[in-house]
């Protein structure tokens, strides 16, 4: 793997001291000896309960006919049991529409949910006294999957399309035209971490609530409808997550719920931490998609329309399916331009799990589908894919999306498939996975190359809005909070690094500490790629509003004009004065300058209106661009991946070491999504994959042999973000569609013109059934 460069890069004509650095994550250490303190961690205070959900495990779906928790009330250690009924506020954990109820209450929605809640004074108890529960629920036959939805005509909200000129008339005009069905599977979040939260009892009413989120905000406002009581009284921590990936977005918001409520009802601490099988199965996955899409192109396999529809399985309740189903939609295009184009989707109401945000939130299953697409036409025609790909690229004539947004910075696109065509050897090696097809009948290679276009910003533009919370003290000591959330990401030190050059102190001088509701308010959740770009600038702005103040301080106490007070080496040069930090601060505090403020930030263009399907949903794309190599076996359907060569675009990175292990990592995570981690669920509705030993998740002897990851030359984000940088936290997830495209390059090389039955994930299940299915229709090599 290619090493990230530490020089200084130049921020006009200074050089900067901390940003554009590899600089290590601020818990790195803690990290690797096990000293970082995670909620489970946490001290317990004299007293603490211990909170376990109870559910149906032999029931899927139904109505609650009866709840006999008696034997759970009587049994050793048990304090109290939870039910419905105990709910002061609203029994709804809802992140939007509704529909999620805390405990069930007169029926069961889908196997999982929970019916009651055990609070004991130990896990160990509360997990036994949970298994002793009878409960009674109705039969009634679940819906399962998409097609068992769609059969019943079942949404969680309304239908959707974007629809650009005259698909209909563009299919029927071209030259070639071609339709299929896709299935596209989800994924589990699989954090290392499982939900959990602590709640302390405070006075009159109020809560402490220390949860493993991404969205604090919301946790607050949740519990505190659920407790009946005022956002005020509600503080939520978050320290550090042990991983999200958007499943501690809104699904965080029961587990806390349920904390939080056992407090109130015992007067005590209260702790909740899921099993993993309990988490798997209670809490939402990525959506799985149908994809039914017709393509019309003409000999060169350039487009002239499209028509796409995307199925997905919801769940039980919408959760978050409206932004995830819009984004599926903004990035069915991929990187590619469509003259006529109609694409709608269906959020499809199931009897499982409520699905929810997923790295990517649902721009992997659009982006996928349009790279189903792309090869179709390529192996029909016998051309290759990349050729087909630039044919169809955004350019300076076809450059607005579907949904009607201006692609401004098409070029970055082009040069970066461009050069990692060249560094990847691409050419040559596609000659070489030719030769070596030609000669092996049971090992084959595919290739192939493609692109990541991925919009950067909340499309509900309320969400596009950060504050930060920055105090200078007479020490010289930097305290930052702001309303991210940290999980591993790096998240809190790229804010750092931003406060750190801001005032001119060394890292150290920086202190970071836990997110809170009770320091900044009304925060939007640490989503979408935004964490940096929003809460960066927040927090420079509020580091600039003390400086300023400082500034004119300084000016006035030294007699200087304002230009000449430099701030750099935890020092302030003062025209011919050089005192350091902690004296100007000591100074300043007696001439009473305030040394404290509340940063905030809102992105500017965005200018998206659902209802209308118009307007500007992004402030600007990540672009990137993966290569990849795999060998099939086509006797077992094992697969491995040999080679993957990465250039992504982050624009002047904040600290590309960082940026560079979240691209490494997201790239990982698609593959796993794309290739070993399947979902599956029995007729009943039972979910079978709930536990490592049947849930796949890559292991580091997945990763490839060569795995060469480079960080795109770029000039700066033309947008004024963050010192430039681009966002990098979902981007990298759509690499790996280069892995799923190779294998489909791999299985249609045994019968060159036909398309591939495969389906996401390619599992060797997938792979082997598609290679029978090549052979059976005769002609295979």
């Given at each position: 793997m290619n090493a990230p460069h530490d020089t200084a890069i130049m921020e006009g004509a200074e050089a900067l001291t901390h940003v554009h650095r590899s600089l290590p994550h601020d818990s790195a250490e803690r990290h690797v000896?096990?000293?970082?303190?995670?909620?489970?961690?946490?001290?317990?205070?004299?007293?603490?309960?211990?909170?376990?959900?109870?559910?149906?495990?032999?029931?899927?779906?139904?109505?609650?006919?009866?709840?006999?928790?008696?034997?759970?009330?009587?049994?050793?250690?048990?304090?109290?049991?939870?039910?419905?009924?105990?709910?002061?506020?609203?029994?709804?954990?809802?992140?939007?529409?509704?529909?999620?109820?805390?405990?069930?209450?007169?029926?069961?929605?889908?196997?999982?949910?929970?019916?009651?809640?055990?609070v004991a004074t130990s896990r160990d108890a509360a997990r036994r006294a949970a298994r002793l529960a009878q409960i009674d629920v109705g039969p009634q036959t679940p819906i399962i999957s998409v097609e068992d939805a769609i059969a019943a005509d079942v949404t969680v909200l309304p239908d959707y399309q974007f629809r650009r000129g005259a698909p209909e008339a563009g299919l029927a005009s071209a030259e070639h035209r071609q339709s299929g069905t896709f299935h596209v599977g989800g994924q589990e979040h699989f954090y290392l971490e499982g939900q959990i939260a602590l709640a302390i009892p405070g006075e009159e009413r109020a809560v402490q609530v220390h949860s493993s989120t991404q969205h604090p905000?919301?946790?607050?406002?949740?519990?505190?409808?659920?407790?009946?009581?005022?956002?005020?009284?509600?503080?939520?921590?978050?320290?550090?997550?042990?991983?999200?990936?958007?499943?501690?977005?809104?699904?965080?918001?029961?587990?806390?719920?349920?904390?939080?409520?056992?407090?109130?009802?015992?007067?005590?601490?209260?702790?909740?931490?899921?099993?993993?099988?309990?988490?798997?199965?209670?809490?939402?996955?990525?959506?799985?998609?149908?994809?039914?899409?017709?393509?019309?192109?003409?000999?060169?396999?350039?487009?002239?329309?499209?028509?796409?529809?995307?199925?997905?399985?919801?769940?039980?309740?919408?959760?978050?399916?409206?932004?995830?189903?819009?984004?599926?939609?903004?990035?069915?295009?991929?990187?590619?331009?469509?003259?006529?184009?109609?694409?709608?989707?269906?959020?499809?109401?199931?009897?499982?799990?409520?699905?929810?945000a997923f790295r990517g939130f649902g721009g992997p299953q659009g982006m996928l589908a349009a790279e189903r697409m792309i090869d179709a036409i390529a192996i029909t025609l016998g051309l290759d894919p990349l050729e087909v790909r630039k044919r169809n690229f955004y350019d300076w004539a076809r450059n607005q999306t579907p949904y009607g947004m201006v692609v401004e910075e098409w070029q970055t696109l082009h040069t970066i498939v461009e050069q990692l065509e060249a560094t990847s050897a691409y050419w040559q090696r596609r000659e070489e996975v030719r030769a070596f097809n030609a000669r092996n009948h049971v090992l084959r290679k595919g290739l192939a190359l493609t692109p990541v276009k991925f919009g950067i910003s909340f499309t509900l533009k309320h969400l596009n809005q950060a504050g930060a919370l920055v105090h200078l003290y007479t020490d010289g000591s930097?305290?930052?909070?702001?309303?991210?959330?940290?999980?591993?990401?790096?998240?809190?030190?790229?804010?750092?690094?931003?406060?750190?050059?801001?005032?001119?102190?060394?890292?150290?001088?920086?202190?970071?500490?836990?997110?809170?509701?009770?320091?900044?308010?009304?925060?939007?959740?640490?989503?979408?790629?935004s964490g940096t770009d929003l809460n960066a600038m927040a927090a420079r702005n509020a580091a600039r509003a003390i400086k300023d103040r400082l500034i004119a301080f300084a000016a006035g106490h030294f007699h200087c004009s304002p230009e000449t007070v430099v701030f750099a080496n935890n020092q302030v040069r003062a025209g011919t004065h050089v005192i350091s930090l902690a004296e100007l601060a000591k100074l300043a505090h007696m001439g009473r300058v305030h040394m404290s403020d509340a940063g905030f930030y809102a992105s500017p263009k965005i200018t998206w209106d659902r209802e209308s399907a118009s307007g500007r949903p992004f402030l600007y794309f990540a672009y990137g661009a993966a290569a990849s190599e795999v060998t099939i076996d086509t006797m077992t359907g094992e697969m491995t991946v040999d080679r993957v060569d990465i250039l992504h675009d982050v624009g002047r990175s904040l600290n590309p070491a960082i940026d560079i292990g979240q691209i490494e990592g997201g790239f990982i995570q698609g593959m796993g999504?794309?290739?070993?981690?399947?979902?599956?669920?029995?007729?009943?509705?039972?979910?079978?994959?709930?536990?490592?030993?049947?849930y796949k998740i890559p292991a580091i002897s997945d990763t490839p042999a060569e795995f060469n990851v480079a960080l795109y030359a770029s000039p700066g984000n033309p947008e004024e973000t963050i010192y430039r940088s681009k966002a990098v936290g979902e981007p990298p997830v759509m690499l790996a569609n280069s892995v799923f495209c190779a294998i489909t390059d791999a299985v249609a090389s045994l019968r060159p013109g036909t398309v591939p039955q495969l389906d996401a994930p390619a599992t060797p299940e997938a792979i082997l059934k598609a290679v029978q299915a090549m052979r059976q229709a005769g002609g295979a090599r």
């Open positions: 000896t096990g000293t970082a303190v995670y909620i489970d961690d946490m001290p317990e205070p004299q007293g603490t309960l211990h909170v376990v959900p109870g559910w149906a495990r032999h029931a899927v779906r139904g109505p609650l006919l009866a709840m006999d928790l008696d034997a759970v009330r009587n049994a050793p250690g048990v304090v109290a049991v939870l039910t419905a009924a105990d709910v002061p506020g609203l029994n709804d954990c809802s992140a939007s529409f509704g529909g999620d109820p805390v405990l069930a209450d007169k029926e069961i929605l889908f196997y999982g949910q929970v019916a009651f809640a055990v905000t919301e946790v607050q406002h949740v519990v505190a409808k659920v407790l009946g009581v005022s956002d005020a009284l509600v503080t939520v921590d978050v320290r550090r997550m042990g991983g999200g990936f958007g499943g501690k977005e809104s699904q965080a918001n029961q587990w806390a719920c349920l904390a939080a409520l056992a407090a109130r009802v015992t007067g005590r601490p209260c702790k909740l931490r899921l099993d993993r099988d309990d988490d798997m199965i209670m809490t939402g996955k990525r959506h799985d998609f149908r994809v039914d899409w017709s393509v019309g192109h003409d000999n060169t396999g350039r487009i002239r329309a499209v028509d796409m529809t995307f199925f997905a399985r919801c769940g039980y309740s919408a959760d978050l399916s409206l932004g995830v189903v819009d984004r599926t939609m903004f990035h069915a295009d991929s990187s590619y331009f469509y003259p006529d184009a109609q694409i709608r989707s269906r959020r499809l109401r199931t009897d499982t799990c409520s699905n929810t930097i305290q930052l909070n702001h309303g991210g959330t940290e999980m591993g990401q790096g998240l809190y030190q790229k804010v750092a690094q931003v406060v750190a050059e801001e005032f001119g102190v060394t890292l150290d001088k920086v202190i970071i500490t836990a997110t809170s509701t009770g320091k900044v308010p009304n925060t939007g959740p640490t989503a979408a790629s999504w794309l290739t070993t981690e399947e979902l599956v669920w029995d007729e009943q509705g039972r979910l079978r994959t709930h536990a490592p030993s049947t």
